[in-house]
């Protein structure tokens, strides 16, 4: 299947400051890539869609000027998370899917953040 | 109501035994329907995807969907400890958005 990395991995941060995630999809182009939040035993929920070129869809609920979403190449969207504070703490991930024709998405490895 | 519902376990069987997963739905207008395996603090791994009703295998899993009952399954053969994760359904009626379960953690006993 085709491959989507996300990086970092892990991150830590101070409240207050802002961090940034990266997505990039390696053996494609994705003109879409979508950002995902989970919860500790709770399900995947889509924050918003990331459209190369354009501006994000958000999700209802999502704030598009705390959780900024560039998708600045056919390859890499970032998410930036700005002011964290300690209730943005969790594990988002990215995905993507290739374009050409209705297919599955597949997901990058996820980041998890801890705002102390 | 939430459009997907999926128990969450925990499910615990013994290495060798058929692991039967399930998903409700509410929206009659989902045809795209996915299984994911998820590690712990990983991204979620594609395993299976279904376009409609209609069965898949690949190996020792097998995708069911039965779009008149709104539910769809997912059957691990012969099960092994390295099956031991979470498990998640999701789906949509395009590919623009997905829906996902809360996910079933699964333990493979050796």
């Known amino acids: 299947g085709a491959v989507v990395s996300q990086h970092p991995s892990r991150v830590i941060c101070k409240s207050g400051t802002s961090v940034k995630i990266e997505c990039r999809s390696l053996d494609f182009q994705a003109t879409t890539m979508f950002w995902y939040r989970q919860f500790p035993k709770q399900s995947l929920m889509l924050m918003a869609t990331s459209n190369e070129g354009s501006k994000a869809t958000y999700e209802q609920g999502v704030e598009k000027d705390k959780f900024l979403i560039n998708h600045a190449s056919l390859t890499l969207s970032t998410l930036t998370v700005t002011s964290a504070h300690p209730e943005d703490s969790s594990f988002y991930i990215c995905?993507?899917?290739?374009?050409?024709?209705?297919?599955?998405?597949?997901f990058g490895q996820g980041t998890r953040l801890t705002v102390v | 109501q939430k459009e997907v519902e999926q128990d969450p376990g925990p499910l615990s069987v013994p290495e060798g035994a058929i692991v039967s997963l399930n998903c409700t739905y509410s929206n009659s207008a989902f045809q795209y329907f996915m299984w994911y395996r998820q590690y712990s603090r990983k991204g979620p791994e594609l395993l299976m995807y279904t376009y409609s009703s209609g069965n898949k295998e690949d190996g020792r899993f097998t995708a069911q969907v039965d779009k008149s009952s709104k539910y769809i399954s997912l059957f691990i053969r012969d099960s092994q400890p390295s099956d031991s994760a979470t498990y998640l359904c999701a789906m949509g009626d395009n590919f623009n958005k997905f829906y996902f379960g809360s996910g079933t953690k699964l333990n493979v006993k050796p």
């Open positions: 995905s993507a899917r290739v374009p050409t024709g209705n297919t599955e998405a597949f």
